[in-house]
């Protein structure tokens, strides 16, 4: 494949402003829940109140006035009950006579003229309910999978292998074995989860909300709804944070609303209050994850050997893609030459959970990352120095096989951060419980290094072949202008904004001119999910490559029309030719859209051919590129209580071309500031109810303002040159590896290690006082 | 859930006319001065009353004043201008530094001293820092008014010793003239914070000697309670380190603290010691 000839770099590489900040900062960009719509009815789930049973009987009080209220049930499903997700498992709304599986499982939607009546209608759905013994949390699950293997019931299982395991630890001159855990975490996302389902006249529906992954309705609910694809049409509203949260679950409630609204003949809204969201909705897995190392004297890995278990929750849904991506992290940063990696995904009885920025990688890095400076403890070694001894850089092989590239500032990114923190003079003067002299706290400072597999996993991106358009048009004044078509969904991360930014250099036009509507899958061609730290990568890569088409055709219609045949660059907001005067290109585009009527650039994402990936023996290309990241904390511990105090994080990171600095850098900050809170804060329990025990934001406990450290976030560029402009995966990263930093740095200044996160006071208090405090889980 | 039951709130202009709306059995509303509490109590469910009576802005509650041996707080006093009111600082630290922790910005700009002693929440972190002055509190109603001492305030999990029929005024709260205050609160966070274990001192040493001694925790029981006896420990002691070790063990042998979705027992009683030390350290 040729690459295209880059034009001259304008907007590229600089803090342009979001080009959707006004509307958010004013206030006036509008939500779903500010469009009023008439006569809309609004959907209220009826939930299972127990986390396991048969369900016998679904009764609607006969007391209770009906009239103006629609009911339904599995049996109003038109098709199959079943969400397709990834396994075809999960029923829609639970069948009647079948099992129950978690608490909250929706049994019925009744929709009525207010979410109020709704709501008190739902109430008097009686359920029979023949209640059974449940497996809730992953504990337990680990229990069973520890004590009677045979007994563990995975939803999912999937291997890599490399090497030889038994010859790395007979190599080995010492072996470390630890496990590690963390729990649920809940995307909290700022707006709701919330849609509307309009029924049109031919029977088919169009959906719109806050929608993360828009095609996803589209492709998941053919089966129950008895709708084809072109039949569901999804248009996404302004989303206000979605992390994850947005990408499986608005299926689920697409197909919740959708049932009434196609009874009734009436657009359904459903939009849940913060409690039901916290309670209801998927979060990040709970995993346990088990590390078995072999190394010599010298620190050379020779082997090792991990179990990565997930907490699936009650179905499959997307757990498995989660796990994978899990276990393609939990050796990727280290060279090992033998590496067995087993992945399961747990069934509990719970709601099951789903994506979360990270999406598996972080339960992985977590692991890894502490068992790695674990490592450098028992060889004497300072964690740093150890790290850059055995850390994965260019000409390595993953466990997987791939071999590095060139492209991975693996090693820069390890060095810079070590630099700016100036960690080895301040590793000397960490407490390791003890005071020294003129503390008053302990101070701790830890390190951790991972990188993050950018775009889909394995062959994900060949298979999926990303479409887009970018389309000359008419705007809002009047005037031409362009049109960027792709599914990626504005959610915060400013996405809008760096499209923009690569449409306008791709052209060489003002980016005032740009546009960048909202999805609509009647007219935006399937650019893939918002999802996986893809969308920089390879979708700014078909809106490069597409603003490119449409350039070339821009060019030739001029040279045919104003130039006499010459050749005609667009450049700088102008059609160029040698030795005449130059057009405007808004006179050339007018003209082009008055013969043409528009004029469309259109590109299809495809990987380099020799991309080899085996999805049964996962060998191969895992992903087409590699971020990579050194996180550095400094912290602070009072012995008087064990409060933890962050005081200044150090992130250095190689996400390849940064389109934009700032808000790249934003990125980054919130990314940590939510690392932060799973390091510390974020606990959710489970009650024997199977309820979350924290369901509101007074329980659920995330960072404030004043709980944010000072940071230090760096960028060192190893773009990927086979899809310019060469960003990689971003999104991710900044989630990946604080917590294990945190970690690191806990062990630093109190001379604990924590294996169980969130990393509390309690938890500090009681790997203290082990014989005050019971373990912390 | 969403409050959708109609609220009709009275806003009387007099504390005599908010006086005379409370007496009525009937009539009487729920007495509602910033809603920082309340709001969220009826916006999560809790049933919400037909009427409410607004004591926020009445005049007979917002005053400050300074006497010579004791302060009078308006129960409508709110903690932001508790936080601000430079005068009252040096006389009631404790109180003062214990408002600035109270949420945030918004919260202590609406949130009043009397709403957060009434609701009787065992997390209220003024409770303590009021505990420690030995001060009372004043309450009126249509049929007079009363003095309740701050220690028999606060009688049961939510419950206090007043009458549906009566406000609280004010609080009198005895100045801490030569002793020491501290006020240290261990919350889930840095802001917007619900405490986990708090504590408030005043202790007076005199020749190296302790003369007076008041120690309140809160959040380790249904009420904010006095370390009593730890107290009578210290008092008459001199502070050496053995005194102090001695006083946090005590503490931590005297709490009984429970588990719950904000910490374990464990670190309470643990915590309830350390904040003893941390008063006795930093006198
Ligand atoms: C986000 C947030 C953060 C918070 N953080 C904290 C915190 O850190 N620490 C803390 O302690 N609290 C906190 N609170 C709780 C609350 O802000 C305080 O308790 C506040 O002081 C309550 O005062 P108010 O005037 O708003 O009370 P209201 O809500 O108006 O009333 C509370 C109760 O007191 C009664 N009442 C009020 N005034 C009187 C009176 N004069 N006489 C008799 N009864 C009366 C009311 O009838 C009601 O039962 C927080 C609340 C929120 C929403």
Known sequence: ?777 | MKITETIDIRFPKTLAEALRLQAGEKTRGQLLAGGTDLMVQWASGAPTPERATSIWNLPELDAIEIFDDFIEVGAGVTHAFLRDAAPIHRHLPALVAAAATIGAAQIQARGTLGGNAANASPAGDTAPALLVSGGSVLLASRSGTRTVPLDRFWTAYRRIDAQPDEIIVAFRLPRKGSARERFRKIGTRRAQAISKVMAASRIRIVKGRVTSAAIALGSIAPTPVRLSAVESLLVGQKLTPALIDEAEQLAQATVQPIDDIRSSADYRRWASGRLVRDALENL
């Not at chain 1, 009744?110 to 209640?131: F, G, M, N, S, Y």
């Not at chain 1, 979360?356 to 890894?368: D, K, M, N, S, T």
């Not at chain 1, 509101?696 to 004043?706: C, D, G, H, K, V």
């Open chain 1, 1 to 777: 494949m040729t690459k295209p000839q880059s034009p001259p770099r304008r907007l590229i590489g600089q803090g342009m402003m979001r080009v959707d900040g006004d509307g958010k900062v004013r206030g006036t960009t509008r939500y779903l829940n500010d469009l009023a719509y008439r006569g809309l009815l609004h959907g209220a789930v009826v939930r299972s109140p127990v986390p396991r049973g048969l369900l016998k009987g679904i009764t609607p009080d006969p007391d209770y006035d009906w009239s103006g209220i629609t009911f339904v049930t599995a049996a109003d499903i038109p098709g199959i009950n079943v969400v397709h997700m990834h396994d075809r498992t999960m029923p829609l709304l639970a069948e009647l006579g079948g099992e129950i599986r978690y608490r909250g499982e929706p049994v019925g939607v009744v929709a009525a003229r207010t979410p109020e009546r709704a709501a008190a209608a739902a109430a008097h759905i009686r359920l029979d309910i023949e209640v059974l013994p449940p497996l809730l949390t992953l504990q337990e699950a680990v229990a069973v999978f520890k004590a009677r293997p045979g007994a563990f019931d995975s939803m999912k299982d999937q291997s890599i292998v490399k090497g030889d395991l038994a010859r790395g630890f007979a190599e080995a001159d010492d072996v470390l074995e630890a496990e590690y855990w963390a729990g649920h975490q809940e995307q909290l996302y700022l707006e709701n989860q919330g849609l509307i389902v309009f029924p049109q006249k031919d029977g088919s529906i169009l959906v719109e909300g806050s929608i993360q992954c828009p095609y996803f309705p589209v492709h998941e609910l053919n089966d129950p709804l008895q709708l084809p694809p072109e039949k569901i049409r999804v248009r996404q509203t302004p989303i206000g944070g979605a992390f994850g949260g947005k990408e499986d679950y608005p299926t689920m409630l697409t197909g919740y609303a959708a049932l009434p609204a196609l009874k009734s003949g009436r657009p359904v809204k459903i939009t849940y209050e913060r409690n039901e969201d916290i309670l209801f909705t998927p979060k990040r897995h709970p995993v346990w994850v088990r590390y078995k190392t072999g190394f010599k004297k010298d620190g050379t890995l020779t082997a090792i050997e991990c179990d990565f278990l997930l907490d699936g929750g009650a179905y499959l849904t997307l757990s498995d893609v989660v796990m994978f991506r899990g276990i393609l992290h939990c050796a990727l940063a280290y060279r090992c030459d033998n590496v067995t990696i087993r992945g399961r995904v747990a069934r509990t009885n719970s709601m099951p959970c789903g994506a979360f920025r990270g999406f598996g990688a972080p339960q992985a890095i977590w692991g890894l990352e502490s068992h790695l400076d674990a490592i450098a403890a028992r060889l004497g070694k300072p964690p740093h120095l150890y790290r850059l001894q055995v850390h994965a850089r260019p000409g390595d092989v993953t466990p997987t096989g791939q071999v590095l590239s060139g492209e991975n500032g693996s090693t820069a990114c390890l060095k810079l951060a070590l630099q700016r923190a100036d960690f080895a003079r301040k590793l000397k003067r960490c407490s390791r419980g003890r005071l020294r002299r003129g503390q008053a706290k302990w101070y701790g400072i830890g390190l951790a290094f991972f990188g993050h597999g950018a775009a889909f996993t394995g062959d994900g991106e060949a298979k999926f072949k990303a479409k887009g358009r970018v389309e000359l048009t008419r705007l809002a004044d009047g005037r031409p202008g362009i049109d960027i078509r792709v599914s990626s969904t504005e959610m915060g991360q400013g996405v809008h904004t760096v499209f923009t930014q690569i449409a306008a250099d791709a052209l060489s036009l003002d980016p005032g001119r740009i546009r960048f509507p909202l999805a609509d899958t009647g007219l935006t061609p399937n650019s893939g999910p918002t999802v996986a730290s893809r969308t920089t990568m390879v979708v700014g890569n078909v809106v490069h490559r597409a603003a490119l088409d449409l350039k070339r055709q821009i060019e030739s219609f001029a040279s045919r029309r104003h130039f006499k045949g010459a050749a005609v660059e667009l450049r700088r907001s102008q059609l160029v030719a040698p030795g005449r005067p130059p057009l405007p290109f808004a006179r050339v585009a007018r003209d082009m859209l008055a013969e043409l009527g528009g004029a469309s650039g259109f590109f299809q994402f495809e990987l380099p051919p020799e991309t080899k990936w085996d999805q049964q023996a996962f060998v191969g290309d895992s992903y087409p590129g590699y971020s990579w990241s050194a996180n550095i904390a400094e912290i602070e511990i009072d012995p008087l209580t064990c409060e933890i105090d962050v005081k200044r994080v150090t992130a250095v990171l190689d996400i390849g071309r940064v389109i934009n600095p700032v808000t790249a850098s934003g990125q980054v900050e919130g990314g940590l500031t939510q690392a932060l809170g799973y390091a510390l804060l974020e606990k959710i329990g489970t009650g024997r109810n199977g309820l979350y025990d924290a369901a509101r934001l007074q329980t659920y406990i995330i960072p404030t303002a004043r709980d944010i450290p000072e940071f230090d976030v760096q960028f060192v560029e190893y773009p990927y040159t086979f899809a310019p402009p060469g960003a990689k995966g971003l999104g991710e990263l900044p989630m990946d590896g604080l917590a294990p930093a945190i970690a690191n740095a806990v062990e630093a200044a109190t001379g604990r290690r924590i294996r169980t996160l969130p990393i509390t006071p309690e938890a500090i208090f009681a790997a203290l006082h082990p014989a005050q405090g019971a373990p912390a889980s």
